[in-house]
């Protein structure tokens, strides 16, 4: 599988952006996807992330509320809205999927396998 993002962006706090990935190479049928985030000089991070049968998706704390992951099966694009952002979100957006990944690993970043080369969004103040 390979995984392009696009969608990022400067936006000023409160703003809205959606980020996309296109998959490429393979369907995500019986992939878990997700996001990561990476900022400056920091770790990678989980935002969001969503199994393949389709339960309820699952979010890191901070952007509960915000943000929402959704996937398209037929175009095979994964995204996500971002909405009241805040500088805070600024970093660097990471697309990914996997298989055969168990609920308590889900926002660990070597969970899984493919990665797309990550979009920028920098949310001003």
């Known amino acids: 599988v390979q995984l392009q993002a696009s969608g990022g962006g400067l936006v000023q706090a409160g703003g809205s952006l959606r980020l996309s990935c296109a998959a490429s190479?393979?369907?995500?049928?019986?992939?878990?996807l997700g996001w990561f985030r990476q900022a400056t000089g920091k770790d990678r991070e989980f935002v969001a992330a969503?199994?393949?049968?389709?339960?309820?998706?699952f979010y890191v704390d901070s952007v509960k509320g915000r943000f929402t992951i959704s996937k398209d099966r037929a175009k095979n694009i994964l995204y996500l809205q971002m909405n009241i952002l805040q500088p805070e979100d600024t970093a660097r957006y990471f697309c990914?999927?996997?298989?055969?990944?168990?609920?308590?690993?889900?926002?660990?970043?070597?969970?899984?396998?493919?990665w797309g080369q990550g979009t920028q969004v920098t949310v001003s103040s």
């Open positions: 969503i199994r393949p049968t389709n339960s309820n998706p």
């Open positions: 190479g393979r369907t995500f049928s019986g992939y878990t």
């Open positions: 990914t999927a996997g298989q055969g990944i168990i609920l308590s690993n889900l926002r660990v970043p070597a969970s899984y396998e493919y």
